[in-house]
């Protein structure tokens, strides 16, 4: 089973790959996913992210529905900066993917370098371009475990992923 999905991911960012201009980009149509909720950042910037990771998913095909949805799988995020060693700020994040009974079944983290107009306080005057980054890249991983994951069993033949337009959020 493992194997399996190791193949399938490996297939999908293949394919992803074989793309001619700008990063890759890996497809998850028909696996519905409701993002929970985004903490440690303040709410402009949760706002800011929840657009740039809709456009993501879009992007991606993937199929978004609001947090009281059916949904195959619920993702939740947490947000902190952090210095780097060259003096600069750094958003570190973290997405845990848990399955219909709650189980985590997938973690996506890590840390990529922002700008920001105060080092002081990182979370003020953050780029959009660093948020929609961010987006892209979580996306993008998130999807590579669906692909993996549901494999072709995805998507029901007939039927067409609905692109992700808005998400629901809930704030702790």
């Known amino acids: 089973m493992a194997a399996g999905r190791i ?3 490996g297939a999908a960012l293949a394919l992803a790959g074989c793309q001619t201009a700008g990063p890759s980009v890996v497809s998850a149509p028909g696996v ?3 993002v929970e909720s985004i903490e440690g950042a303040p709410e402009g910037v949760q706002a800011a ?3 740039e990771l809709a456009s993501a998913a879009e992007q991606r095909r993937m199929t978004l ?5 059916d949904a195959r799988y619920r993702v939740r995020g947490y947000l902190s900066t952090e210095p780097t060693a060259d003096g600069g700020t750094a ?5 845990d993917v848990f399955d219909a009974q709650k189980r985590r079944a997938q973690r996506v983290s890590g840390a990529k370098p922002i700008r920001t107009a105060n080092a002081a306080a990182p979370w003020e005057g953050l780029d959009r371009e660093s948020l ?3 987006a892209q890249e979580s996306m993008n991983e998130i999807a590579g475990f669906l692909v993996a994951d549901a494999g ?3 998507t029901p033949a007939g ?9 629901s959020f809930a704030t702790r």
Request: proline fraction near 9%; glycine fraction near 8%; charge should be neutral.
């Open 49 to 51: 992210l929840q657009g």
């Open 132 to 134: 929609r980054r961010l």
């Open 159 to 167: 039927a067409e992923a609905q692109p992700a337009t808005a998400l």
């Open 32 to 34: 519905p996913i409701a």
């Open 7 to 9: 193949l399938a991911l």
């Open 152 to 154: 072709p069993a995805a």
């Open 65 to 69: 529905v609001g947090i009281g949805d």
């Open 91 to 95: 958003i570190a994040f973290v997405w």
